[in-house]
C-alpha cells in the first residue's frame, strides 16, 4: 500500500485559517492532529481497497486521506458548507491523479461532489448534508462506517445509520471514553443503558482502545475512544424494533425503578407490566441494568399483543433512532 501524505499541525491549522474555520465545541469539531491516531483507526476498521466506507464529519480530511491510503473508496457526509467545499481541495492536492467532478444533487437534495481518478472510480463523494437526515447515500452500498463522531450527536448519528444502512457490515467510530463505555457494556455493568441495549440490536460492539487528548485540536476536555462494531442479526423476535426500543427507553427512563414500575406506562398497569415479564421469563423485580437485547425483545412481544387490541401503538417510528 502506497503511503499518502496525511494531514499535520500546522497544515490543519493553515487549512482552518485560510477558510476561517475555528472548531467550536459547540459543533463538537476536535480535528485529529496525529497520522499515527489516524492509521490506527483505519487499520482497527480492517478497510481494505475497494471497500466502500462511510465517514461521518470528515472536517479538514484527516481521517478522509487516511481511508484513500488503504484504497477505500470513501463517502464523505459535512455539515458544514465550508468544510465541505475545502474537503476536495485538500485531497486532490494530497492524493495524485484525483480530479474534481461537477457539483451534483442526489434525489433528496444534498448537494454532492465528486473525486474521480484516472480509470474513472469514484474515490471520495462528499455529501453535504446533516448526518442525521441523510435517508440514502450516492454509489454503491457503504460495508463499513468509520468516524470520529462530534461527541455531542455521537450515539444518534450511530444508531441512526446501523438502521438505515443495512448493508453496514462493521463499523470504527471515536467517541467520547464515556459514550465507548455505555455503546459496549454488557447487562449487569455499571455503566449498561439505552444505548449499549440499542447498539447490541444491530451489532457486537467492544471497545480497543483509549485515545489521548493531545492528539485534537483543540484539546477535548475528556479522553476519547475506538469502538468496533461488527453487524449481527438482530433478536428473533415478532416485535418491531420501534416497539422493542420503546421498552428499553421506558425501562431506562428512571433507571433505579423495578421493572414492573418502569414498564407501567407502557403496559398499563404495574399488574400488566408485571404479567408480561414473567411471561417473558423477566424477573418483574429487576431493572432495566439487568436485561439484555433478548430480554427486551421478549417482553416487547408479551406487550404488543394487549395494546394492539386496544388499538394502542407500543413505540413509534420516526426515522431516527436517538439513544
Do not use: C
Not at 41 to 62: F, H, K, M, T, Y
Not at 119 to 135: F, P
Amino acid at each position: 500500500m502506497s503511503t499518502t501524505p496525511l494531514l499535520g499541525p500546522a497544515e490543519i491549522r493553515e487549512l482552518a485559517a485560510r477558510a476561517g474555520v475555528r472548531p467550536t465545541k459547540t459543533l463538537g469539531q476536535n480535528f485529529v492532529l496525529d497520522g499515527g491516531t489516524v492509521r490506527k483507526i483505519v487499520r482497527q476498521a480492517d478497510v481494505g481497497e475497494g471497500d466502500r466506507v462511510v465517514e461521518v464529519g470528515p472536517g479538514l480530511g484527516s481521517l478522509t486521506l487516511g481511508l484513500l491510503e488503504a484504497r477505500a473508496d470513501v463517502v464523505a457526509v459535512e455539515i458544514d458548507p465550508v468544510l465541505a467545499r475545502l474537503l476536495p481541495e485538500t485531497v486532490a492536492r494530497h492524493v495524485p491523479g484525483l480530479t474534481v467532478q461537477e457539483a451534483g444533487e442526489q434525489a433528496d437534495g444534498h448537494p454532492v461532489t465528486v473525486l474521480r481518478d484516472e480509470a474513472g472510480r469514484d474515490r471520495l463523494t462528499i455529501v453535504l448534508a446533516d448526518a442525521l437526515d441523510v435517508t440514502e447515500l450516492p454509489g454503491p452500498p457503504p460495508v463499513a462506517l468509520v468516524a470520529n463522531l462530534p461527541y455531542n450527536v455521537s450515539v444518534p448519528v450511530l444508531l441512526t445509520f446501523l438502521e438505515r444502512f443495512a448493508s453496514l457490515e462493521r463499523g470504527l467510530v471515536m467517541v467520547q471514553a464515556e459514550v465507548a463505555d455505555r455503546l459496549a457494556a454488557p447487562p449487569g455493568s455499571r455503566t449498561y443503558g439505552v444505548p449499549s441495549a440499542k447498539t447490541a440490536w444491530y451489532a457486537a460492539a467492544r471497545r480497543t482502545s483509549t485515545i489521548g487528548r493531545s492528539v485534537f485540536w483543540p484539546a477535548p476536555n475528556v479522553d476519547s475512544a475506538l469502538v468496533r462494531l461488527d453487524r449481527r442479526e438482530p433478536p428473533s423476535t415478532t416485535a418491531t424494533r420501534e416497539e422493542v426500543f420503546a421498552v428499553v427507553d421506558a425501562a431506562f427512563a428512571q433507571r433505579r425503578k423495578m421493572l414492573r414500575s418502569a414498564l407501567a406506562g407502557l403496559a398499563g398497569s404495574s399488574d400488566a407490566a408485571t404479567a408480561a415479564l414473567t411471561a417473558a421469563g423477566v424477573d418483574p423485580q429487576d431493572r432495566g441494568e439487568r436485561v439484555d437485547v433478548e430480554g427486551f425483545a421478549r417482553v416487547a412481544e408479551q406487550l404488543v399483543a394487549p395494546v394492539q387490541a386496544t388499538g394502542g401503538n407500543l413505540g413509534g417510528s420516526s426515522g431516527r433512532v436517538d439513544a
